[in-house]
């Protein structure tokens, strides 16, 4: 039986997209897109392509065939496009490892140290089996030369791709699907994909997708998330610890720490666990908070030297505390508390976190940018100086994070802070808490 195809992905041209009409139109509404016009001048598409379009096989092995992957900073091969930079996954692991447990990681291994940007290259004819991407994160592949055939299925279906325990899925799409086994399979319908060279596309959180190589091709791939998609990342840690827990409910007992062999199992088989993401999302608000605190106070009148800079902090406060509440109300959640994360003193002060809310104030200045044309301040320059971590707000709101509650507490009351500090701020951050609809995704 055929596949039931129900449309081909829409096509555009990025030159003429603005990033809020990206934002509107595909990322807030987790929608896939392929996009042309953003690979001009990468020195991928020049050094790694022959002049006929095939892949420069003998370009790879003249400059790296004796080289260890991730050793090559200053050959940039290509550039994140603009649609793509608010990316918290690969900035956080810019600067810090995922694995905090040494059980689980030692500190500079391979796996600590990588981040999630990638080369595929593969013959023509090979194929990437049917998957959602890790993490429910997004991602972005660029042909840099090649031609691949995409096929993918919106989340509100992807029940239908399970056996009938809901445990596995299947593996291809277009090979024998027995029907007493996947009996849903058949009702699926699919969006399709013929993306060539120089093309990108987008697939947005939770998609299934499965990829033919139609040509040689090599692409260049990130997945990432950001607060559209935070609490897609929450629910799949959430359903995978369930399962990582069931699966050694028969040892519980002569476990000395279950819950902990549940975390780690967690870890392994899914990037990362509860303890992980937690200390993850608490870097994140308090280097989106310094940036706010930072906007702030810069002025002598405080106001927000950019409206547009200050909603995309506030956005992805409301997002963490959206999440950091569903943390919560999970008991499995109390057990691995852990007082590394206890004082934010020691957070705010290490070069890491002062290097990721350097990351993240360029990410969205370069948004701004776009958005307005203007950013009307330079502030990169101004994060450079010493004051920048503005520790008189963390005396307020107290120094212990030892779980979800307190980070909820500490955004709610920086909120206020905020609402008593701004002037011209229409951007109310306990107003958007209180009234607004976080960022969601489908
Ligand atoms: O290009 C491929 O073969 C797989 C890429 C993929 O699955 C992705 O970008 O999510």
């Not at 400059?63 to 940039?76: I, L």
Request: glycine share 6%.
């Amino acid at each position: 039986m055929g596949l039931n195809i129900g449309g081909k992905v829409e096509r555009i041209n990025g030159r003429e997209l603005r990033y809020h009409e990206f934002v509107d139109r595909y990322l807030q509404k987790n929608q896939p897109i392929v996009i042309t016009g953003l690979m001009n001048g990468w020195m991928a598409s020049n050094d790694w392509t022959t002049e006929n379009g095939a892949p420069n096989l003998s370009f790879f092995s003249t400059h790296f065939g004796k080289s260890k992957v991730q050793e090559y900073p200053e050959y940039a091969a290509y550039t994140t496009p603009l649609f793509f930079v608010d990316d918290w996954l690969n900035l956080y692991l810019d600067s810090h490892p995922m694995h905090m447990d040494g059980d689980v990681c030692h500190d500079k291994n391979e796996i600590n140290c990588s981040d999630y940007r990638f080369v595929y290259m593969g013959p023509k004819g090979t194929w990437t089996p049917l998957h959602a991407d890790v993490f429910r994160s997004y991602s972005w592949s660029a042909n840099v030369c090649g031609k691949k055939k995409w096929h993918l299925l919106p989340p509100s279906q992807c029940h239908l791709l399970f056996d009938q325990n809901m445990k596995s899925t299947v593996y291809d799409i277009f090979g024998e699907v027995s029907e007493a086994q996947f009996p849903g399979f058949k009702k699926t319908v699919w969006l399709e994909c013929t993306q060539e060279q120089n093309e990108i596309i987008f697939v947005p959180s939770g998609w299934y997708h499965q990829v033919l190589n139609l040509e040689d091709t090599i692409s260049i791939n990130h997945n990432w998330f950001n607060a559209f998609n935070l609490s897609w990342v929450w629910n799949l840690l959430l359903k995978d610890y369930n399962e990582a827990k069931e699966y050694i409910e028969d040892i519980r007992d002569i476990c000395d720490d279950f819950e902990g062999l549940c975390q780690r199992n967690l870890a392994a088989n899914t990037g990362m666990n509860f303890f992980d993401f937690f200390i993850f999302i608490t870097r994140f608000s308090f280097a989106n908070l310094s940036l706010l605190y930072h906007h702030v106070k810069t002025d002598e009148n405080p106001i927000w030297v950019s409206p547009n800079r200050a909603h995309n902090l506030i956005s992805n406060l409301i997002s963490i505390h959206k999440v950091a509440t569903k943390m919560k109300s999970v008991e499995a959640f109390a057990g691995v508390k852990q007082s590394a994360i206890s004082d934010i003193r020691k957070i705010l002060q290490e070069p890491e976190f002062i290097e990721l809310c350097m990351a993240l104030n360029r990410t969205y200045g370069s948004i701004d940018e776009q958005q307005k044309q203007c950013s009307g301040t330079n502030n990169t320059s101004l994060l450079a100086r010493a004051d920048f971590l503005h520790l008189g707000f963390v005396e307020s709101i107290g120094f212990e994070v030892a779980g979800p509650e307190d980070l909820i507490r500490i955004i709610e009351q920086a909120a206020t802070n905020l609402s008593c500090m701004g002037s011209d701020w229409n951007l109310s951050l306990s107003y958007e808490l209180n009234d607004l609809e976080s960022p969601t995704v489908l």
